[in-house]
């Protein structure tokens, strides 16, 4: 059973800064792809960056220049550093895998924004 757990959500003043990291139950480079969503309340879930087998990343346009994903292959990780935080980028932060057709989820790591 694939287990991605996230870590590193917490409440951050404008301007600042978080690491989100995601710890993988099995080798990343099984998966096809791997990243980060957000799902701000009221709103519906959003993919916000994405890695790919081969390190090719994807950014949403409302993060780019502000976020970066990074795969740590010791540790079995993918973070997402985040800097320049805006009170919009408030939300739970899941991290995602995909093998080929099949998706699988964490259960989700909060991150709030004051302004």
């Known amino acids: 059973q694939v287990q991605l757990v996230e870590s590193g959500g917490d409440l951050v003043q404008a301007g600042g800064s978080l690491r989100l990291s995601c710890e993988v139950s099995e080798n990343m480079y099984n998966f096809n792809e791997m990243g980060w969503y957000r799902q701000a309340p009221g709103k519906q879930r959003e993919s916000v960056a994405l890695?790919?087998?081969?390190?090719?990343?994807t950014y949403a346009d409302f993060v780019k220049g502000r976020f970066f994903i990074t795969r740590d292959n010791a540790l079995n990780t993918v973070n997402l550093q985040m800097i320049s935080l805006k009170s919009e980028d408030t939300g739970v932060y899941y991290c995602?895998?995909?093998?080929?057709?099949?998706?699988?989820w964490g259960q989700g790591t909060q991150v709030t924004v004051s302004s």
């Open positions: 890695i790919n087998v081969g390190g090719i990343t």
């Open positions: 995602y895998a995909r093998l080929l057709r099949r998706e699988y």
